[in-house]
T-cell receptor
């Protein structure tokens, strides 16, 4: 069964450093998403991506964040200058159509020290 | 008013019990609805979509009530493995397709 994969599973970084989180969506999916979940809180939408551009983004997704699909399989989330409050689990998801079910990757746990 | 609300629980039930959760949403333009389950420190996994006509998958039944703006999830014959947090997800229509998650309802099934 096809699945979304994410690397690394855990990333520890110093405040102010840049991090890149990687995702490989399901191969025939066209819509890609990033979410974050701070420990003990709800899953929060960050951004959706379709046809090589951002289609929606939330207030959380400020100038420190960017997304890219550098090739035919990877989908990345970059945080330019991490803050302590960026510590969270980051989930990538994909869907075949807008409004359809989304399938989530196992997440990357980001710890900012 | 919160966009998507769920009773956090926990719902503590014995094996074999029937349990139901509700999820209310505030925006009447909401178009798509889903139930996910999330185990501790794991990713959300799709449980089922919620259609206007309802949806049943084995022991799980989901219903949508547009008039009262809520969706429900019924679990029959609870198993120990059903213990998890159940997340309600609502997607608006009409130009903004941002999925909104509820905080989840915790279910604990005990022997």
């Amino acid at each position: 069964e096809p699945e979304v994969t994410q690397t690394p599973s855990h990333q520890v970084t110093q405040m102010g450093q840049e991090v890149i989180l990687r995702c490989v969506p399901i191969s025939n999916h066209l819509y890609f998403y990033w979410y974050r979940q701070i420990l003990g809180q709800k899953v929060e939408f960050l951004v959706s991506f379709y046809n090589n551009e951002i289609s929606e983004k939330s207030e959380i997704f400020d100038d420190q964040f960017s997304v890219e699909r550098p090739d035919g399989s990877n989908f990345t989330l970059k945080i330019r200058s991490t803050k302590l409050e960026d510590s969270a689990m980051y989930f990538c998801a994909s869907s075949d159509q807008l409004n359809n079910e989304q399938f989530f990757g196992p997440g990357t746990r980001l710890t900012v020290l | 008013r919160k966009e998507v609300e769920q009773d956090p629980g926990p719902f503590n039930v014995p094996e074999g019990a029937t349990v139901a959760f509700n999820c209310t949403y505030s925006n009447s333009a909401s178009q798509s609805f889903f139930w996910y389950r999330q185990d501790c420190r794991k990713e959300p996994k799709l449980l089922m979509s919620v259609y206007s006509s309802g949806n049943e998958d084995g022991r799980f039944t989901a219903q949508l009530n547009r008039a009262s703006q809520y969706i429900s999830l019924l679990i029959r014959d609870s198993k120990l493995s059903d213990s998890a947090t159940y997340l309600c997800v609502v997607i608006l229509s009409g130009g903004s397709y941002i999925p909104t998650f509820g905080r989840g309802t915790s279910l604990i099934v005990h022997p």
